[in-house]
Nanobody, 120 residues
Framework: VQLQASGGGLVQVGGSLRLSCAAS????????MGWFRQAPGKEREFVAA????????NYADSVKDRFTISRDNAKNSVYLQMNNLKPEDTAVYYC??????????????WGQGTQVTVSS
């Protein structure tokens, strides 16, 4: 199983980025696909997640109304559209896959991370 995250970069405050996570190696129907982030010196935190089947979505309060998670079944990919970025969004972003029912923990597979830096 491989989760390949991409799309990170350097952006100014108020800008936008779109992260992609290409999933391969198995069928992810029934999985929860999540995005997490980890800033320097901080613990990894939940950002957003989507159920591959059915499309239910969950967001962290800190990103609601700014970030949008989506999936493309045909491309076996999950996306995170990030708008109105703030300096506190600076972190390494990871995509992950969970075969269970928890939105926030016990993820089975993790991608390698992509750096997002928001400059002021």
């Amino acid at each position: 199983v491989q989760l390949q995250a991409s799309g990170g970069g350097l952006v100014q405050v108020g800008g936008s980025l779109r992260l992609s996570c290409a999933a391969s190696g198995r069928t992810f129907s029934g999985y929860i696909m999540g995005w997490f982030r980890q800033a320097p010196g901080k613990e990894r935190e939940f950002v957003a997640a989507i159920r591959w089947s059915g499309g239910r979505i969950n967001y962290a309060d800190s990103v609601k109304d700014r970030f949008t998670i989506s999936r493309d079944n045909a491309k076996n990919s999950v996306y995170l559209q990030m708008n109105n970025l703030k300096p506190e969004d600076t972190a390494v972003y990871y995509c992950a896959a969970n075969s269970g029912n928890s939105w926030f923990r016990e993820y089975d597979y993790w991608g390698q991370g992509t750096q997002v830096t928001v400059s002021s």
